[in-house]
């Protein structure tokens, strides 16, 4: 845990804010807090600061000081085929390490239906996972979750919605993305789909979304290994094209 991270409802008067049982345990364990110690905390969507254990050496309520606001929202999008539970638990955490700013769950023709069933999504345990991801990365802004389970209606949302610069959609076979051209500025929204690659009728209702098909090479990548690949090609390039232009470097996490 590299931040510290509270909830607003954990939040009490007079700059004080309450910690959860995990969060206890933690710093008692792995942190080995001590009475006046310093941790780099922050509240969701909201600041970045520090907290404090008091002279009484409390873990229960900390001292909570803002020092700056929220970070910017990384500016990647992913939409994503809905893969089995056990392989999304190993993608969530990745996701704000990686600056995705919106994660939409979609179904396919080989997506199981039953997976959007599970307790992941159905009693909220997918907000466990991307708040563990925070706190290793450090950053307080929690990446967006939408989930619709059939594919046409997700076309039609897409349809609806107004496009970023570049859409993106990661399929077997397409070339690379720098193979493409033209600019990689953010936001950027790339749609990755099951293992065996998106069905062809589902790439051609993607291109008619504006959607460009690019791919990853020749290898078949499982889900958990597309996605930060896939997420951190788009990134770099984001990157150069920001070096390019003479702004700085980087891209805010």
Known sequence: MNRLLFFGSQLEAEGLARTRPDQQEHLRQVLKAQAGQRLRAGVIHVSRGQARVGPDGRLDL??????EPAEEAGGL????ALPRPQSLRKILPALPQL???????????RVERSFFHSPLLSQGEWRRHLIA????????????LGIEPRF????????GQASPPRRLLLHPGGPPPEALGGSFELPLQAAIG???GWLPREVEHFRAAGFELCGLGERILRVETAVPVALAQLA????RKKSQSGEEHGLVY
Request: aromatic share 2%; hydrophobic share 40%.
């Open 99 to 109: 600056g995705v700013e919106e994660l939409q769950l979609c179904g396919s023709s």
């Open 77 to 80: 999008r992913l939409l994503l």
């Open 152 to 159: 046409r209606e997700q076309m039609r949302l897409l349809e």
């Open 236 to 239: 770099l390039l984001a990157r």
């Open 194 to 196: 099951p293992e065996g």
């Open 62 to 67: 900390l001292e909570y000081t803002a020092e």
């Open 133 to 144: 991801g925070m706190e290793q990365a450090g950053c307080v802004r929690m990446p967006r």
